[in-house]
């Protein structure tokens, strides 16, 4: 039998109670608001936009290798052996060295328009009620994209978003990407944690709604249940479903639209 879209593993009552109670949400973006991984798929983009650029033929050959990397990472994970957060940030870092800002930019504001259908309202929707954020370990470009999204009212859905910072230098046409990660970067979801409580102590925040789907989510969500607030996995893997209050499985965000509006007025849509 075909599960439901939407999976509440506590009462309605409760749920609605922990949402009212939210005054800070944060989302992930990778495999939650994004169908797969940001990088990757603005990897892909790159290797099309430097095939039609002369200028950026010298970097078809990395960009090409990174899709050769992209392709072993995906045999290894099928024998049980997935690349951490930190191996393919350093690959991305290297295949992406020495490539125009500019050009990082522009393809990076074409993928909010290919993420999941029906993101743009649900957020919306939540934003109205509560300061939002998006955090990730995508790069910042990737996340000035998001942080640009409007709602219906005019406004940016976001008011908050935080990325893994990049490195600059000084080129011949303009600034190029000198790198994206060192020792010093954190990508794992106790980093995502401190982000979200330095957000809410900096918005004088209590309770947070926490929107993601694995690993680097749980700790958020876990922090969300002691706070009495909730937290919603979208398409959660499934060893890490039993952290998350509710469970989204869809292939739009349809349905996240309609959980929200069924938690704001206690009427099933």
Request: hydrophobic share 40%; net charge positive; charged share 20%.
């Amino acid at each position: 039998m075909r599960q439901p879209a939407v999976r509440l593993r506590l009462p309605l009552q409760e749920t609605q109670a922990r949402y009212a109670a939210c005054d800070i949400c944060c989302v992930d973006l990778d495999q939650c608001v994004f169908p797969t991984f940001t990088q990757i798929v603005l990897g892909s983009l790159a290797v099309g936009r430097a095939i039609v650029t002369p200028r950026l033929w010298p970097k078809l050959r990395q960009l090409l290798g990174g899709g050769i990397y992209i392709a072993g990472a995906r045999l290894r994970k099928m024998r049980g052996c997935r690349p951490t957060n930190d191996e393919l940030m350093q690959r991305f870092s290297s295949v992406m060295t020495g490539m125009p800002v500019e050009t990082i930019e522009s393809l990076a504001r074409l993928l909010p328009r290919i993420s999941f259908p029906g993101w743009r309202d649900a957020m919306s929707q939540i934003s109205s009620r509560m300061p939002t954020g998006m955090l990730s370990f995508s790069i910042q470009p990737i996340i000035d994209a998001y942080g640009r999204t409007h709602c219906w009212r005019g406004q940016p859905i976001f008011d908050l978003a935080s990325g893994t910072p990049i490195d600059v230098a000084g080129g011949t046409d303009g600034p190029v990407l000198l790198g994206c990660h060192d020792e010093a970067s954190e990508l794992d979801g106790q980093a995502k944690l401190r982000t979200l409580r330095e957000w809410m102590s900096d918005r004088g925040a209590r309770v947070p709604l926490v929107i993601g789907h694995g690993a680097d989510e749980a700790p958020m969500a876990e922090f969300a249940r002691g706070r009495g607030g909730l937290s919603i996995g979208f398409r959660p893997k499934p060893d890490w479903v039993e952290h998350f209050d509710v469970v989204v499985d869809a292939l739009t965000w349809r349905p996240v639209t309609r959980l929200v509006r069924m938690l704001e007025t206690g009427v099933r849509g």
